[in-house]
């Protein structure tokens, strides 16, 4: 001590060295460490003891403190300012490497406000330092993670969340055991959380703790899993009794916070509120009163600015369900301005907050009677599915990503009907159709678009391949944000004027969404027409529900034989009910506004209605709609006018014919398919190359490679016929549509449409006006979330102008006739492919019209009427 009784730098080196000597040798006591901190930082900087002295409790700390693990790790970042200037030392880059990353994993726990593009470059930089150390690489490996899940828990990236396991068994190297079944049970809690499903919560929850305490991982791992088991046992308890006790002395629980905000405190308190509105769906008022309470408590409390958001959300929840239980206005205001205030603190649109905050908005005015404004916030919450599929790390992980974006498309459109205003109504509904098809294209048309935009930088950083980086697609989506409100605005649907002009590109005179009814409401069908104002046709029976005539048709497609053999009658009899249900649902009504003319119409089917034959709807009187109108398909009218603004390609005799490969067994052998290819090649396309079985002497097999170089060859043509099988294929991990063709010399015989869309887009100014599909199963939807994603529209949406593509495996003599008949009045008589594909239907409905001339015996024996023979083919596109 000197004079004044402050004890003397020397002292206070004795003290610190005293401390550190006893977590050496293993007794971490958490008070002691944190005045050690103290203590240390009254030491001068220029005295070499204090670097040295912070290292070494760093290395202690990380070597001996397991069981204090969740106090220790916050005071690294203190610990490892104090040890600045680095003391010498050959393991010390290492050890501050180490606890440097166990500090990042320790910070990016919940929503902070972090810089994640330098906290994932630092990550990096952890990950290579400690490569050598599996004891310190650990905690690098888990800081890298943890910033991929806090950018996915960000902007809602589900690909990455749930792909946690996938990502964790590189660290099985690491460690004695295996941790595959622990983070599984954590992952699958996640996914039950989400869905509200609080006794599976507590099922995955307690499974998870049971699996840790029989399975340790390892020192490193058991440490970082440590607060969560700590915090599981917690929460499930509190879930399971529906009480708040067991955490209340957590959310009591002292604790150091460098900023003097208790996140941890926040995130509790939430939790709390959310097992009392027992996730929403509560419904004894005194329960919401006090839940009410805490969400006060927590917003006066104060937060950081990520957490401060989700507690404002909690309390105007809590606002509204009072509103909805006591049936009162009281609390709308504030309800309205607290929404307001969290609005104001998230990053927009890329926030998990965004549509859940619009939704309660939309839900006041709608309680006030203002259909329209709460239809406008609807559409704004909706702008939230569309940047999820766009930063989406890959496509299969959008799945839970837009899996509610219909319903809510659905549910805002209805809004804005009851307000009369249809046009606004078409917008909306727009915004929940074809998503990752969209973003798909998006993604590859991107470079394009920022340079456009000014952003030259991000457009170099994109197209050199850094596409997968979170940080970037976040930069990326939040300039496409800022393009919002001008002409062709990519991330928001076109408005009615720029519909009408695709309309008239594409010769079609309506674009019509038909909206199947459910809970009580009607079907609907959404009209935009060439001219006149939008309208509306209420369909009250065009409902997908059980024991109806369309349920009973779906279950018999989806055991309608993947191969092209003969259709079996239950199939035949389900096709042929469906027809007289299709003109009653919807197409009778749809048709009688246009009863002067044959129209061309443009579908947008919803759900299920997608897979519906609409050109085969059958009027009482015998008279399929095709014979009254001329019908196309399409994604949705954000990728109708990007393919009706593409330049034409005018037909030629040159392109490739796929005939029959050799599939090695995987596809039975389709005979009439190579006679059906080699005579359209002969009348139609001279001049085009043929690959597969049955053609002229010396023609390649059609593998993979094949195909894949033809697709990615500027000059090799710009018609594709593919007289192949096309294969649908569900499994755990997915459902796949894919080419079926030759293997090549790496054993591959599958082109799906994923890699589909991305050859193309390597190529983009590959000119392909029209592809062909005589495959089964082209127009099937490979995500049952997003309707339109198939191996038809994938052509389509990667820049293929037009595109015919089947329903249903269709006897492969009848496709054979009906794909002759279609090249003969494209090619011979000029007609539109849209036309073409119409007349050839008509000549297969009435075997009394004439047949070409110079059409083979052989095809023409097999031209029939029967609807399963001519409906399955539909045409998308120019």
């Known amino acids: 001590m000197d004079d004044s009784g402050a004890m003397t730098t020397e002292a206070v080196l004795a003290r610190c060295s005293h401390t550190l000597g006893r977590v050496e040798v293993g007794e971490v006591d958490v008070a002691a460490v ?269 937060q950081s600015r990520s957490v401060r958001p989700f507690a404002l959300a909690a309390l105007a ?146 197209a050199a391949g850094e596409g997968e980086s979170p940080a970037l697609r976040d930069e990326v989506v939040t300039a496409l944000l800022g393009l919002t409100g001008l002409p062709g605005d990519p991330l928001r649907p076109p408005a009615l004027t720029e519909i009408t002009a695709a309309l008239r590109a594409t010769e079609a005179d309506a674009f019509v969404y038909l909206v199947p009814g459910g809970a009580g409401l009607p079907g609907l069908a959404v009209v935009a027409p060439t001219e006149g104002p939008p ?87 015998g008279t399929h709609a095709v014979e009254l109108a001329a019908f196309s398909l399409a994604v949705s009218a954000r990728l109708f006018c990007l393919a009706a603004a593409r330049t034409p390609v005018q037909p030629s005799s040159s392109g490739l014919i796929v005939a029959d490969p050799d599939t090695g067994g995987a596809g039975a052998p389709l005979v009439a398919a190579r006679r059906e290819a080699h005579e359209v090649r002969q009348a139609f396309y001279r001049d085009a190359r043929y690959i597969g079985r049955g053609g002229p002497t010396g023609s390649d097999a059609g593998t993979v490679a094949q195909v894949r170089a033809w697709l990615t060859d500027r000059d090799a043509g710009s018609m594709l016929h593919l007289a192949c099988h096309g294969t649908f294929t569900t499994d755990p991990d997915g459902t796949t549509a894919s080419l079926l063709l030759a293997p090549d010399e790496s054993g591959a015989r599958e082109l799906t449409a994923d890699q589909i869309v991305r050859l193309l887009a390597s190529v983009p100014e590959r000119e392909l006006g029209l592809v062909v599909m005589a495959a089964c199963h082209t127009g099937r939807s490979i995500h049952g979330y997003d309707e339109a994603y198939s191996l038809g529209t994938a052509f389509l949406a990667a820049g293929a102008r037009t595109v015919l593509s089947t329903q249903w495996a269709i006897p492969d003599e009848s496709t054979s006739s009906l794909m002759y008949l279609f090249h003969h009045f494209h090619r011979e008589k000029g007609l539109a492919p849209w036309r073409a594909l119409r007349a050839a239907q008509l000549r297969m409905l009435d075997p009394s019209l004439p047949l070409p001339e110079h059409m083979p015996d052989a095809l023409r024996v097999a031209a029939d009427n029967h609807v399963v023979s001519w409906a399955g083919f539909v045409h998308s596109g120019q």
């Open 317 to 462: 929840f809590g606002l509204l369900r009072r509103v909805e239980l006591a049936d009162t206005a009281d609390g709308l205001v504030e309800a309205q301005a607290v929404l307001l205030d969290a609005k104001a603190l998230i990053n927009g649109p890329q926030s998990p907050l965004w549509p859940m905050i619009n939704d309660m908005l939309s839900y006041l005015d709608r309680y006030r009677g203002d259909h329209g404004a709460a239809a406008e916030s609807g559409v704004e919450g909706q702008l939230r599915y569309v940047v999820r599929a766009l930063l989406e790390s890959d496509t299969a992980g959008a799945k839970v990503a837009i899996a509610d974006a219909v319903g809510g498309a659905v549910k805002y459109a209805r809004g804005f009907l009851l307000a009369d205003r249809v046009e606004d109504a078409l917008r909306v509904l727009d915004t929940g159709r074809g998503l990752m098809l969209f973003a798909e294209v998006l993604r590859h048309d991107l470079p394009d678009r920022l340079t456009a935009a000014g952003r030259i930088d991000l457009a170099r950083r994109w």
């Open 34 to 302: 944190a005045e050690f901190i103290v203590d240390l930082r009254r030491v001068p900087e220029e005295r070499p003891e204090r670097a040295r002295l912070a290292a070494g409790m760093v290395g202690a700390l990380v070597e001996r403190s397991r069981a204090a693990w969740t106090r220790v790790v916050p005071m690294f970042g203190d610990l490892l300012a104090l040890a600045d200037p680095p003391p010498p030392g050959p393991e010390w880059p290492v050890v501050r490497a180490g606890a440097r990353a166990a500090y990042l994993a320790h910070c990016l726990m919940g929503l902070p406000d972090l810089d994640l593009v330098a906290a994932e470059r630092e990550a990096a930089e952890l990950v290579a330092t400690t490569a050598g150390s599996p004891r310190h690489h650990v905690f690098a490996v888990l800081a890298q993670e943890a910033v991929k899940q806090s950018a996915a828990t960000r902007d809602g990236d589900e690909s990455v969340r749930l792909g946690s396991l996938d990502r964790l068994t590189a660290l099985l190297t690491l460690s004695d055991n295996d941790p595959r079944e622990l983070i599984g049970h954590l992952q699958a809690s996640l996914v039950a959380n989400q869905s509200s499903d609080g006794a599976d919560v507590v099922r995955q929850l307690q499974m998870f703790t049971e699996a840790h305490g029989q399975n340790p991982i390892g020192d490193g791992m058991q440490a970082m899993f440590a607060e969560t088991v700590a915090k599981v046992e917690t929460l499930a308890t509190a879930i399971e009794t529906r009480s708040t006790a067991r955490i209340q002395a957590e959310i009591d629980r002292p604790r150091i916070a460098s900023d003097g905000v208790d996140d941890d405190s926040v995130a509790a308190k939430i939790a709390t509120t959310a097992m009392l509105f027992r996730f929403q769906q509560e419904t004894d008022l005194g329960r919401v009163e006090q839940a009410l309470d805490e969400c006060r408590e927590m917003v006066a409390a104060g």
């Open 535 to 621: 309208r509306f046709v209420v369909l009250p029976d065009l409902h997908v529900a059980a024991d109806t005539e369309v349920e009973r048709y779906l279950v018999a497609l989806a055991n309608r034989s993947r191969e092209l053999g003969p259709v079996d009658g239950e199939f035949a009899d389900r096709v042929d009910t469906l027809c007289d249900w299709a003109w009653r649902a919807a197409i009778g009504p749809l048709l009688e506004s246009f009863a002067t003319r044959v129209p061309h119409l443009v579908l947008v089917p919803m759900g299920d209605l997608a897979r519906v034959p609409w050109q085969a709807a059958r009027r009482p009187d």
